[in-house]
């Protein structure tokens, strides 16, 4: 048996996994469900919860706690950890309740057009944050989270490279 | 004189590469593709019967660069050279080049492209031909206040276009007087950077129009007929997303109007080949010309699926000199297809392009479903050329079952890798205004202002969630079992807190 | 009445599983799967929206198992089933039982499915009907010399065949009265392993003949209608391997005919729903009734691409009581349509079944193409079911068209981590005979006795050779750079010899 | 450069591969051919012959001499060797002249119907062996080449794994 605790899209979910026969008792957030898993190749496996038919694909790096789970081709970035350890970590004031924004890297090389925050300024979620032109059409890049810009590693008229560190936040 | 062609040279890549090299293998004709160091393994290249380097990634080194590609196909024999659609397929001097070289060029005479690539020649054309055009007029730049005059005299809003090109290139929508001039010469000066030409004309721009466009095949002996419409309308700054036909708003009359309007600008122009003209739609169902597209379009498999016709096979037959095989009277129309472009772009981030190496590649297939695709698992997708990679074609008896086949193949279809706009599209399928068939060229700025989509709904959340969950469980029963450990002992969380830490220390921060 | 169906059980695996579900997606009907052991992670349990165990491997204990669907189809209030084709697609007791039980079996009535697999009442239905039948009588296998007699009388060559069931199995040729009896012995143990009834009747032989067979749909009101032939002639040990529609040999007025006796046996048996009449066609173009298969047949797929007709969907209208919205007078043949069913076999071993884990999968696509699989990569082919696991269907103007168009889709499907028949089914697109539509059911073994085909050409060969060649060279050229020498630089060949010696000892004998 | 030998369908190559630029250079039995070869995934390439495009995919395990190659999905086993190597072993009576049929088999699970050979027969190729039945068919499996039976493994009435041994040869 164990005891999760994962964080995806905002919402929290408590989850008690448990083997049962060929198949898994999941109780989330209180509530008891089937739950059968079958390995169809590297990272992909078909699941059923109750019955209902899942492919999901799963990425993820060792013991690093995000993943970025794939339902049926919808992506969905999550944090899982051990449902004491993260509450460990929330009592710390390390907590995992927030998938927090921590950077953002260029998404394909390019020619930065415009920079729209300055280091110290608070962005909502959606915001624009600058522009990059690549292929010829220019690209808005937008905080996916509200945050607190910490550091603008690039300046308007500058050239980067895919995955090139473009801002920070706190 | 008749002609047999027994190799072309595709002077193109991609989904449009493969498209043609399978029309060729079904002919029983050597395909010859020709790729940059960018696509030494792409599909193309693969698939071809021969295939020849033509430079660097670049597109201005390589597959635009018309020495190396007559270089290479005479090199290799070639009868006749295809451009697909992009890159040199609306090059008048390429075609008259190839003319030269006595190499068939597989698309309309050079003249004919000069003619009909020039706005404002065609839009006289058309006027000529009895056609309805949009009020509209050529303006000098340099003069602004007779521009500015005649601006006011065709009335705001108004459209500035560059008078060569197009992409949405050097156009701007300009709503009253007072902003004319500074878009006047943004216009002009993003035009002469785009396409060395900065000429611009305005004209009339219609507030919420659809993009219907007619499909025509002429052949050397002047025979000519339409394969019917593409409405196009669904588009992000005039690059179309989702095409279809029929278009919801079409009727037999419509049809018969625009299909005859359509064929008096071709023998107008003396077309030779596949060709579009593209019409804007008002509201009331009044149509305007809008241009001439002399080359095969990215939208043609819809055509292909409700008339049976092959268009690359038609192609080149007409560049056979072969006599078209059918009348006006002999073409129908049977069902409903719809076109999703599949590209390498984040929806969710104003369709940022996104490359990399596409890892899983699961085509959807079945009843009714056309993949033209040109990449594969393991297939790179750079910076260098447009992201379009695939086109989801599906046909249905009518729109309505065309609409849930193509929800059902987008589910179907899976890439990892990168981002595409497959979940883009299923959410546009589900649109109530794309259903009904009430939809104008504005759709996606009127529908998902912001480019905000839909997010997961709470159900696959909680999937989500239980799926990182039971996986997490096997790889720590698995640990555990390794570790000589039953698989029901639970791991100390402590323990597991100081590896966590231990570990980060290598993989770097988060 | 009228019922509106939510929910399908389909109670099978594989490609027609997939189908089936395709169909489901496409009408917003929630599909479930049933599931063995084998098949946990297999495409059909991923695809459906839900699935559900049903026991172990052997179908025996699972896709065989009434008890265990009909639970299942309770449990998830399944308002239908869907048996496909197999397991109990043609099983009286349980479409039967399903009745009894509300849940609607998806397929004729229970008394139309015993009726009509009983080859001897189908035989007799179909001359009170007045359907031709082949000159052949019921025998009693204790009374050797009254079948004797009775077979004399029919003269040979004669086919003993099982009453009941199908597959090939308790069939056997008899070319003369020396070897009749010992014939009529195996024959007759055969059925009753295979089918747990030893009942065998005979048939005259014929030589050379065509196997050709009529869709018909009917529905619940009695309004039946042919959907036009399938040529099903290309079979190895009365497996169909290739069909096709229309037949080479068909001509309207035999269409006509032939498909007015498949709905004059239709109509005498009741029959609602799809199904297949199957006739024997000789040299002159005599035909004669064959049986009826009260099913979706394997090769559906080829009429449905020249009709437009979705055969499953008119399936599951009929089930729902639904008028069939086409009268025979709409029904129209389009084009030509080949299907090359593709099966987990090593032709060049006499067709010996191939089970592994399939590595790549690169499905074949573009205009035409449609396949219909059950397999992605990653799945396993086990050896438990059939080897059957994609077809592939094509699309074509004319039979020329699609012959070239299915050549062209076999070279592009590539399969990795098992022997298939792809390659075979190109060899025999490529066959003069085939090309030529003058073939019969003795296609197979006459034009390639002992299974044996066109080996590899020698610049293929070739090819393989440098392709071997540049692989030794590139991995050595890694190794020298890894030990830090030049890429150019010769490794001793002595030094080599030792080292592979050495690495023998561990990897093994050869 | 370097120098090497490839039996193919009994058939043998003298090949010699030079880097020249990005491409190779090859002489095949004497013919020179230009060649270029692009990875496309693990084992799988696209080769170039004088233009001529290939879809290549190789199969071995690392240093066995032994390959399986499908060339555009056509599969074809051979040998290759370093031109020297294969030399001295010719030399020494253990050439690697003739891809030779050491043993067969059981292509799956199975019941063993018929064997038609003995311990000592010799075999032509396409000979039938022994007859196995496996999902409800017969299954014949013959010999891919001339050789003579060392050893017959298996007999009628017994059930065999996939990849059992059926047959040794000299």
Redesign the interface.
């Known amino acids: 048996?164990?005891h999760?605790l994962?964080n995806?899209?905002g919402?929290e979910?408590d989850?008690v996994?448990e083997?049962s026969g060929d198949s898994?008792r999941?109780v989330?957030n209180g509530r008891e469900?089937t739950?059968e898993?079958s390995s169809t190749?590297k990272s992909?496996?078909v699941?059923l919860?109750d019955g209902n038919s899942?492919?999901?694909?799963?990425n993820?790096?060792?013991?690093?706690?995000?993943?970025l789970?794939?339902?049926?081709?919808?992506e969905?970035e999550?944090e899982?950890d051990?449902f004491?350890?993260a509450q460990?970590k929330k009592a710390a004031g390390n907590g995992t309740g927030k998938a927090a924004l921590?950077k953002i890297k260029a998404?394909?090389?390019?020619l930065i057009l415009e920079v729209k925050v300055n280091s110290g300024e608070k962005v909502e979620s959606?915001q624009l944050i600058l522009v990059?032109e690549?292929?010829k059409?220019e690209?808005?890049?937008?905080s996916s989270a509200a945050a607190v810009v910490k550091n603008v590693a690039v300046s308007k008229g500058q050239s980067v490279e895919?995955g090139d560190l473009l801002i920070e936040f706190e | 004189m008749k002609k047999q062609i027994k190799t072309i040279l595709i002077a193109n890549r991609g989904e449009i590469a493969?498209?043609i090299i399978?029309?060729c293998?079904?002919?029983?004709i050597t395909s010859?593709?020709v790729f940059s160091s960018a696509d030494?393994?792409a599909c193309h290249?693969?698939?071809?019967?021969?295939?020849?380097?033509i430079g660097e990634a670049p597109s201005s080194e390589s597959y635009l660069v018309q020495d190396k590609i007559i270089e290479t196909a005479k090199k290799?024999q070639a009868d006749a050279i295809h451009p697909g659609y992009g890159f040199l397929a609306e090059n008048a001097e390429f075609a008259g080049r190839c003319v030269q070289e006595k190499i068939i060029f597989i698309g309309p005479k050079a003249e004919t492209i000069e003619l009909l690539g020039d706005k404002i020649k065609a839009r006289q054309k058309a006027i000529e031909a009895d056609l309805p055009v949009l009020p509209g007029e050529e303006i000098d730049v340099a003069n602004s206040n007779d521009a500015l005059a005649k601006a006011e005299s065709i009335g705001f809003p108004l459209l500035i276009k560059a008078t060569v090109g197009g992409g949405g290139k050097g156009m701007r929508v300009v709503k009253s007087a007072e902003h004319f001039n500074e878009s006047l010469i943004r216009a002009s000066s993003e035009a002469k950077s785009a396409f060395g030409d900065g000429r611009v004309f305005i004209e009339k721009f219609l507030e919420n129009p659809r993009h219907i466009e007619f499909q025509i095949l002429c052949d050397t002996y002047g025979n000519v007929v339409h394969l019917g419409e593409r409405e196009c309308s669904i588009q992000r700054?005039h690059q179309k997303l989702i095409e279809e036909s029929p278009s919801p708003v079409m009727t037999p009359e419509l049809r018969q109007n625009m299909g005859e309007a359509a064929l008096k600008i071709a023998r107008a122009s003396n077309y030779i080949g596949a060709g579009t003209v593209e019409f804007m739609v008002d509201r009331d169902l009044y149509y305007y010309f809008l241009e001439v597209n002399t080359r095969l379009q990215v939208e043609h498999?819809v055509t292909?699926l409700v008339t049976?016709i092959?268009l690359v096979k038609e192609q080149i037959a007409i560049a056979e000199n072969k006599t078209l095989s059918f009348s006006q009277d002999d073409i129908s129309f049977?069902?409903h297809a719809i076109e999703c472009r599949i590209s390498a772009e984040?929806p969710q981030?104003?369709?940022?392009?996104?490359?990399g190496t596409i890892q899983?590649y699961?085509?959807p297939?079945?009843?009714?479903?056309?993949?033209?695709?040109g990449v594969?698992?393991?297939?790179e997708i750079s910076?260098y050329?447009?992201?379009l990679f695939a086109k989801l074609i599906v046909w249905g008896?009518d729109r309505s079952?065309a609409i849930?086949?193509m929800?059902?193949a987008l589910?179907?279809?899976?890439i990892?890798g990168l981002k595409t706009t497959?979940?883009f599209h299923?959410i546009v399928m589900e649109n109530e205004n794309f259903v009904s068939g009430d939809f104008s060229t504005k759709f996606i700025e009127t529908e998902f202002p912001?480019y905000?989509f839909e997010?997961?709904d709470?159900k696959?959340?909680?999937?989500?969630?239980?799926?990182?969950?039971?996986?997490?469980?096997?790889n720590?029963?698995r640990i555990n079992l390794q570790n000589g450990k039953s698989?029901?002992a639970?791991i100390s969380?402590w323990s597991?807190?100081h590896?966590?830490r231990n570990?980060?220390k290598f993989?770097g921060s988060?």
Chains 1, 4 share one sequence.
């Open positions: 048996m164990a999760y994962v995806a899209n919402k979910f989850i996994i083997k898994y999941a989330v469900q739950v898993s190749g992909k496996s699941m919860v899942h492919e999901i694909s799963i993820s790096n060792g013991y690093d706690n995000s993943r789970v794939t339902v049926g081709g919808i969905i999550l899982i051990n004491r350890l460990l921590k998404p394909m090389p390019g959606g990059i690549a292929m059409m690209n808005a890049i937008k895919k | 493969v498209r399978r029309a293998k079904e002919l029983g010859v593709a030494r393994s290249v693969a698939m071809a019967d021969e295939a020849y380097f290799c700054r498999p292909e049976a092959d049977s069902g984040d981030q104003g369709f940022v392009p996104s490359t899983d699961r085509m297939s079945g009843p009714g479903v056309r993949l033209d695709s594969e698992s393991g297939s910076v050329y447009d992201p008896k079952e849930s086949r929800k059902r589910e179907e279809f899976r990892s497959i979940g299923g912001n905000e997010a997961a709470d696959t959340i909680e999937t989500a969630a239980i799926a990182a969950a039971i996986d997490k469980f096997k720590e029963s698989s029901r639970a969380t597991l807190y590896r966590q570990m980060k993989s988060r």
